[in-house]
C-alpha cells in the first residue's frame, strides 16, 4: 500500500475540518427570524461577493508574496470570527461587518490553497493526480457536511447559536492545521518582482482563461441566487418540514459523493468537452427549478444543482492551473475571481429583480452561457 505524503494527510484532515458547517442549511431561516429581510439577503450576498471582489487581488498577491498557507490560515481565522458574529445579529448594520469578514476570508483563500495543493501534488511529477486528490478530500468533507447538516436542524432547535459556535470553532482548528504545511515552493523565492496587475494580464492575454471567467461570472449570478436566497426558503414555503432540511442536505451531499468517486474516471478527449457538459448542466438545472411550482420539482432539481456546481468547481481547476507559471499561479487565479465575481456582484441585484418578475429571465444567462462556450477553443485535456 502507498504512503500517503504528510502534506496529503494534513488536506485531507483539513477537508474533514472543512466540512463541519453546522449553519448551512439554517443560516438564511435564522437571519429571517432575526428581522433581516430578503432583500436584505441578497444585499449581504451582493457586498459578500464585492467586498471578496475587492480583495481577491491584492490577497492573491499576497499569498504567492509571502507565502499561501499564510495567507489560508488568516481565511479561516476570519470565517471562524464570522460565525460567531452571527449570533448578534439583529440589524442588518452588524450583517455588514459578516459581509467584510466572509469577503476577506474568500478572497484569502481563494487560488492559494488550490495553488498550494497542486504545487504539492506536482512536486510528485504526478499533476495529473490532483482530481484524484481534489475529488477525494471533496469527499471527505461531504462526508463531515453531512453529518453536520443532519445534526444541525436539532441543534438550531435546541440552542440557535450551538450551530453558529461550533462551525466557529472547526474554522480556529483548521487555521491552525494549516500552518502546519510545508510549502514545497515559495513563490517569493523564484520571483520577487512580481506585480499585483501581471494577474489581469494573464486573464486577459489568454483567451481560454477569459472565455471561463466569463463564464463564471454569468455562472455565479445562478449560484449566488441559490445559495444565498432560495432554495432552503422555497422549499419550506411550499411545505418542507424545516426538521426534514437536513435529510435534504445528506441526500444532496450523498449523490455529490458518489459521482465525485466517478468523475476522475472520465476521460474526454478535450478540454472543451469538461466544460460545455459542467456549465450547462448547472445552469439548465438551476432555471428548471427556478420555474418550479411544485415542492417535490424544486426538491428534486434543487438538490441536483449543487452536485452539478460541486462538480463543475472540480474540473476547473485541472483546466486552468495548467495556464499559469507557479511563481504568480495564486495571483492569476484570484484575478479570474475577481473578474467573474465582481461582474456577478454588479449584476446580480438586477437579475433579482427580473427573477422576481419571473424565471424565465433566467434564460438570458443561460442563453449567453452557451454563445461562450460556442467559441471556446477545441483544446486536448490534460
Known amino acids: 500500500m502507498a504512503r500517503i505524503a504528510p502534506n496529503l494527510l494534513k488536506y485531507y484532515l483539513l477537508r474533514l475540518l ?25 444585499l449581504y ?8 471582489t475587492l480583495f481577491e487581488i491584492p490577497t492573491g498577491y499576497i499569498a504567492d508574496k509571502f507565502g499561501r498557507k499564510y495567507s489560508v490560515a488568516l481565511s479561516y481565522l476570519c470565517s471562524s470570527l464570522a460565525f460567531v458574529a452571527l449570533i448578534f445579529v439583529q440589524a ?14 474568500r478572497a484569502l483563500e481563494s487560488g492559494a490553497l488550490e495553488s498550494l495543493m497542486y504545487e504539492e501534488v506536482q512536486s510528485s511529477g504526478a499533476e495529473n493526480d490532483f482530481l484524484k486528490v481534489t ?14 447538516s443532519f445534526v444541525s436542524p436539532s441543534l438550531y432547535l435546541l440552542n440557535p447559536s450551538i450551530p453558529f459556535i461550533l462551525s466557529g470553532v472547526a474554522n480556529l482548528v483548521m487555521a491552525v492545521l494549516i500552518l502546519l504545511f510545508d510549502e514545497k515552493q515559495r513563490a517569493h523565492e523564484v520571483l520577487r518582482n512580481i506585480r499585483v496587475i501581471d494577474g489581469i494580464r494573464n486573464v486577459v492575454r489568454i483567451r ?23 432554495f432552503f426558503p422555497k422549499i419550506t414555503a411550499l411545505g418542507l418540514d424545516i426538521r426534514l432540511l437536513g435529510v435534504v442536505d445528506v441526500v444532496t451531499l450523498g449523490i455529490t459523493s458518489v459521482i465525485l468517486l466517478w468523475l476522475p474516471r472520465l476521460r474526454w478527449k478535450n478540454e472543451k468537452t469538461w466544460l460545455v ?11 428548471i427549478f427556478g420555474l418550479s411550482t411544485t415542492l417535490w420539482a424544486a426538491l428534486v432539481f434543487g438538490v441536483l444543482f449543487d452536485p452539478m456546481w460541486h462538480l463543475r468547481a472540480h474540473v476547473i481547476p485541472t483546466i486552468t492551473n495548467k495556464y499559469f507559471e507557479s511563481s504568480s499561479r495564486a495571483l492569476s487565479l484570484s484575478s479570474m475571481s475577481f473578474i467573474s465575481n465582481l461582474g456577478a456582484a454588479l449584476l446580480l441585484p438586477v437579475a433579482i429583480q427580473f427573477f422576481d ?26
Open 357 to 382: 418578475w419571473s424565471y424565465l429571465f433566467s434564460l438570458v444567462p443561460l442563453g449567453l452561457i452557451g454563445v461562450l462556450l460556442a467559441v471556446y477553443p477545441n483544446t486536448k485535456s490534460g
Open 208 to 230: 481560454p482563461i477569459l472565455l471561463i471567467v466569463l463564464i463564471d461570472l454569468l455562472l455565479l449570478i445562478f449560484v449566488n441566487v441559490y445559495y444565498q436566497i432560495s
Open 277 to 287: 457538459v459542467f456549465s450547462l448542466a448547472a445552469g439548465i438545472v438551476f432555471v
Open 92 to 105: 442588518f448594520t452588524l450583517l455588514i461587518g459578516v459581509s467584510f469578514l466572509n469577503g476577506l476570508s
Open 45 to 52: 450576498a451582493s457586498l459578500t461577493i464585492i467586498l471578496s
Open 135 to 148: 475529488s477525494r478530500g471533496s469527499n471527505i468533507a461531504i462526508i463531515a457536511a453531512a453529518g453536520a
Open 18 to 42: 472543512s466540512g463541519l458547517i453546522f449553519t448551512y442549511v439554517i443560516q438564511v431561516i435564522y437571519l429571517l427570524s432575526r428581522g433581516i429581510t430578503v432583500s436584505q439577503l441578497a
